[in-house]
């Protein structure tokens, strides 16, 4: 048999679905002419068409036509191509539900490189790939092709505007959700998103839509934490807070209404409730933790005596300060701590004989290896120590400063001094009292806390409104007030719980 009739037989027996045959002579082909372009391409085809989606055989055919996709003669066989493309979506696909986005992107982008045209779906999934990898620009690129085909397609115009929300520009995601077509089911979630955006500048228009949503089709866990926000955003914090546990009830593992359900029961003064979110939300398979081959503390009544604890914090600035306190608990029972802190928090922390954090082992973010037999995040230590009630925390000072530098003390001037935060509404002083404007340090120049605290320690007293600044100054025991905003909560509580130390000043 010449290997034309070999090559015609092969195609008879796998268009009439005797695939063994066919494969028996593709693989007969390819031992006598190993890069013979169409048994190359043909075989790969077959070899997907038996895969059924199973990860091993996706990647022999795709193998297999890529190799006749490099051959000369592909280029007069258009279908050498678009199979490929297929196969590498397919490929994609699989390795996406096996867990490993990261491989499925890096698939897609060998297919989008190929210059053949990509279906909408691979596209899309792409284009989702790359905005999850964070590749936000080129995400934007594949959603705005994928509009420019079509200009109604509901999953591209949800996707940009929540790529667009990232980057910092809601007024445009908004253009991209205006004159949707009426609610239906193919466009609810594009709908939903719009409420959202519509919460800061519109939220009549954002709870009409949601109205109209939970009318047509009922509440899901997006359109209960949706309508949390809504609530939070008009003060009422234990509303909110009821429309996230909604959200939770109906999909337990929703990452954002979990934080946002813990945010609010801290700021409601459930302490139980919000601080065993915040462990839920690091402790949730999947989550990326900074020491990931570190075992986690994971529950309150895990014996730890003896061991060596590493303490770490992520979810936000003022944790550090905030919650510095509670160190000193970790080590009289009996644990090994250290602490992995931002360059420039180093010298505030009082480490040495007879200090507040005494025996307690610094160790620097980005330049320290750190050993441990466990490790735990820093918002994560008072569920682990279950202190659930303010009296239960130690007040400090637990935090210093380092000496005030001599040009700083000679620039301040020699009436009395109070500290204020740069940029804010600033308090009413009284007359003789010299306020002084401080900031935190930018990203780039993190050495710069040690600045800061030497000049709340320098001034006389402080008056901050809640934040960094102002759980720094408690933590280093400043005199002075928190600036808390007039409004209640909806529930008749302030919005805001000040360090401990300082009073409330409105």
Not at 7 to 31: F, K, N
Not at 194 to 202: C, F, H, K, S, V
Request: proline share 10%.
């Amino acid at each position: 048999m010449s290997l034309a009739q070999a090559l015609s037989a092969a195609v008879a027996h796998h268009g009439a679905g005797r695939l063994d045959e066919a494969e028996a002579l593709y693989a007969a082909i390819l031992a006598q002419v190993p890069d013979q372009v169409d048994a190359l391409h043909l075989r790969g085809v077959l070899i997907l068409q038996r895969a059924q989606g199973a990860t091993s055989g996706l990647e022999a055919g795709v193998d297999l036509i890529r190799r006749a996709h490099g051959q000369p003669g592909a280029v007069t066989v258009p279908d050498i191509g678009a199979n490929l493309v297929r196969g590498l979506a397919a490929l994609a696909a699989s390795h996406q539900r096996a867990g490993q986005p990261q491989c499925a992107l890096e698939v897609l982008l060998e297919a989008d490189a190929l210059g053949l045209p990509l279906e909408a779906s691979t596209r899309l999934a792409l284009a989702e790939g790359l905005a999850s990898a964070g590749a936000v620009v080129e995400a934007e690129g594949h959603y705005r092709s994928l509009l420019a085909d079509d200009p109604g397609s509901m999953p591209a115009r949800a996707g940009l505007a929540r790529l667009l929300v990232r980057r910092g520009k809601p007024g445009a995601a908004l253009g991209v959700l205006d004159s949707l077509p009426p609610l239906d089911a193919a466009n609810g979630a594009a709908h939903r998103l719009r409420a959202e955006l519509l919460i800061p500048d519109a939220p009549q228009r954002a709870a009409a839509l949601l109205t109209a949503l939970e009318a047509a089709g009922g509440a899901d866990a997006d359109i209960h934490h949706t309508w949390g926000r809504l609530k939070q955003r008009s003060g009422d914090i234990a509303g909110a807070r009821a429309r996230y546990a909604r959200a939770l009830v109906l999909d337990p593992r929703h990452a954002a209404a979990r934080l946002d359900h813990a945010a609010a029961c801290l700021r409601l003064g459930a302490w139980r409730d919000g601080f065993a979110d915040l462990a839920w939300r690091w402790m949730r398979p999947g989550t990326t933790r900074r020491h990931g081959a570190i075992p986690l503390w994971e529950r309150a009544d895990q014996d730890i005596a003896g061991c060596r604890l590493l303490v770490w914090d992520e979810v936000e600035a003022e944790a550090l300060p905030h919650l510095a306190r509670l160190l000193p608990r970790l080590r009289d029972r009996g644990v090994d701590v250290v602490v992995e802190v931002p360059p420039g928090w180093a010298p505030l922390l009082p480490t040495g004989p007879d200090q507040p954090l005494a025996g307690i082992t610094v160790a620097i973010r980005g330049r320290d290896t750190v050993h441990a037999d466990f490790q735990v995040p820093l918002q994560d230590v008072p569920d682990r120590l279950a202190l659930w009630e303010p009296n239960g925390f130690w007040t400090g000072p637990y935090l210093h400063a380092p000496t005030p530098p001599t040009a700083l003390v000679a620039a301040l001037p020699p009436s009395r001094t109070v500290a204020v935060a740069a940029g804010a509404a600033q308090p009413t002083l009284p007359q003789g009292v010299v306020a002084i404007p401080i900031c935190p340090p930018p990203p780039d120049a993190p050495d710069g806390w040690a600045q800061v605290a030497a000049t709340l320690a320098a001034a006389d007293a402080v008056a901050l409104p809640v934040g960094i600044l102002a759980h720094l100054a408690g933590a280093l025991g400043r005199p002075g007030v928190v600036l808390v905003p007039p409004t209640p909560t909806g529930d008749g509580r302030q919005p805001a719980r000040p360090p401990p130390g300082t009073r409330r000043y409105a």
